[in-house]
Structure formats: structure tokens, C-alpha cells
């Protein structure tokens, strides 16, 4: 059974970077796609991008200035950094396996993690 | 706003028969997915590729796709169903994953 676990500081002051690190078991990294997908408090989810077990990397145009995700296939672990974070930042941080890109769905996920963005 | 669109908020009664949709111009040509989320976890796969059921989902929950609208159909809502419901598939251009702004669906 695979499993997915976010960690990371849960509190990150304005204008500084988030980090977060995904945490895989159960199975290998290789061959899909690994995502990190937020949802702010009260609302939708929305995708950050994703990493191709290769090193490719796709993001969300909104955030693509501001976004940097990185694979570790040593430590069956994936990243992500998000610098110059505001308020609007603050959500659930979730980690994700991806099908993609002839299916697109997200079959195991991590738990998630809040992150709260505060002067 | 979401490429992707939902009704916020849906109610169906106990044993009853709701569909839930989604409406999108890239539905048209791309696969949808929906996912269950209840308060404080994680969401869940219940359909992908339209009309598939991962291993363990209930077959009261079924999926379709027509023209630009994909739809989650829940036959015989029972209380724990009680969820909100969110869909996701590519942005009208295919180059990007995108997630419509969710459904609450509550079981009277």
C-alpha cells in the first residue's frame, strides 16, 4: 500500500519560502507523476505542479514564477518550495501520486499539512 | 475562477438518487476524476477515467461524461456519503491539471 506524508514547518512569515517535503513508502517513484495540490481554508483544491519521476516538471501558470519542485529518487522523496509567500499562501499542503498524461487522476494521497503564512 | 465548474452546494435524501456535475470545454477531450472529501481528511478517488471505480469505492457511485459535462452519480445516498465532492481533469489548453471549486452535497 503506498503511502504519502508531508512535513515541513507548519508557520512561514510573509515574504519568505515555504518548504515541504513528501515523504513516499510502499512503492516506487518510478513511473508516475508526483503533485503537490493546496487547499486554502473553506475552499477548493487547487494544483501547485508536478514532478515526473524522469525530473520533468509542469506548474501551475499562476504560480510558476514562484514555485520549484525537486525529486530525491534515492530517498523516495519529492519537494517543494514556494518563495516571496503571502496570506493568500495559507492552506492545506497535500502531496499526491498522479496518472498523467493520458489519464489524469490522483490515486494516493498524504494526510496534508497546514501551513499558515503570518507577519 | 475555476475552468472547471461546479454547483456549490447539492442535497439529496436518504436512499435517494443524486448527480453531481461538472462543466468544462477541455471535458470534451480529456478524462474526468472525481474525489470525495470529508471535513479534516484528505480527499479520496472515487472515479477516474469517467466511469471507473478504484478498488474499495462502492459501486452506488458512478460516473459518465457528455459533450462538455462530466457527471458523479450516487445511487441510493447513504449518511456517510455526506461529503464535498470535487472533480479534476486538464485546462482547455491539456497542458495543465485543474480541479473544479467542489460540491457539498448533504444526505436529508
Known amino acids: 500500500q503506498v503511502q504519502l506524508q508531508e512535513s515541513g514547518p507548519g508557520l512561514v512569515k510573509v515574504s519568505e519560502t515555504l518548504s515541504l517535503t513528501c515523504n513516499v513508502s510502499?512503492?516506487?517513484?518510478?513511473?508516475?507523476?508526483w503533485n503537490w495540490i493546496r487547499q486554502p481554508p473553506g475552499k477548493g483544491l487547487d494544483w501547485i505542479g508536478h514532478i515526473y519521476y524522469n525530473g520533468d516538471t509542469n506548474y501551475n501558470p499562476s504560480l510558476k514564477s514562484r514555485v520549484s519542485i525537486s525529486l530525491d529518487t534515492s530517498k523516495n522523496q519529492f519537494s517543494l518550495k514556494m518563495n516571496s509567500v503571502t496570506a493568500a499562501d495559507t492552506a492545506v499542503y497535500y502531496c499526491?501520486?498522479?496518472?498523467?498524461?493520458?489519464?489524469?487522476?490522483?490515486?494516493?494521497w498524504g494526510q496534508g499539512t497546514l501551513v499558515t503564512v503570518s507577519s | 475562477s475555476s475552468e472547471l465548474t461546479q454547483d456549490p452546494a447539492v442535497s439529496v435524501a436518504l436512499g435517494q438518487t443524486v448527480r453531481i456535475t461538472c462543466q468544462g470545454d477541455s471535458l470534451r477531450s480529456y478524462y474526468a476524476s472525481w474525489y470525495q472529501q470529508k471535513p479534516g481528511q484528505a480527499p479520496v478517488l472515487v472515479v477516474y477515467?469517467?466511469?471507473n471505480r478504484p478498488s474499495g469505492i462502492p459501486d452506488r457511485f458512478s460516473g459518465s461524461n457528455s459533450g462538455d459535462t462530466a457527471s458523479l452519480t450516487l445511487t441510493g445516498a447513504q449518511a456517510e456519503d455526506e461529503a464535498d465532492y470535487h472533480c479534476n481533469s486538464r485546462d482547455a489548453s491539456g497542458n495543465y491539471t485543474v480541479f473544479g471549486g467542489g460540491t457539498k452535497l448533504t444526505v436529508l
Open positions: 510502499g512503492g516506487s517513484i518510478s513511473d508516475y507523476y
Open positions: 499526491a501520486r498522479g496518472l498523467w498524461p493520458n489519464w489524469n487522476y490522483h490515486d494516493y
Open positions: 477515467g469517467n466511469n
